[in-house]
């Protein structure tokens, strides 16, 4: 599978941003599709999840702003940002795996697929 992460850029506070992944392959629809991010000076994190299922799971500091979604028609998964704030400024990956575990869906080193990052820029 190859990823493409699409749509960042900047936006003030209280801002919204789209962010798309699209993916080759047949069988993406059994994937469980990842977003996550990472800051300068941190490590990289968990953003949310959608699993083949449908399911979706949510970092703490974005549950109720970031919505997680997937077209398997188009190979697509999004990245819903509203209420941004500048603590959401970070690169954003999109990352995806057939055989992750529930247990290790928050685990970057876990999935083994991933896309190049788009830059999102949150001013105050």
């Known amino acids: 599978v190859q990823l493409q992460a699409f749509g960042g850029g900047s936006v003030q506070a209280g801002g919204s941003l789209r962010l798309s992944c699209a993916a080759s392959?047949?069988?993406?629809?059994?994937?469980?599709m990842g977003w996550f991010r990472q800051a300068p000076g941190k490590e990289r994190e968990f953003v949310a999840c959608i699993r083949y299922s449908g399911h979706t799971y949510y970092a703490e500091s974005v549950k109720g702003r970031f919505t997680v979604s997937r077209d398997n028609a188009k190979n697509m998964v999004y990245l819903q940002m509203n209420s941004l704030k500048p603590e959401d400024t970070a690169v954003y990956y999109c990352a995806g795996d057939r055989e992750i575990i529930l247990s290790s869906i928050r685990v970057s080193h876990q999935y083994d697929y991933w896309g190049q990052g788009t830059q999102v820029t949150v001013s105050s």
């Open positions: 392959g047949r069988t993406f629809s059994r994937y469980t």
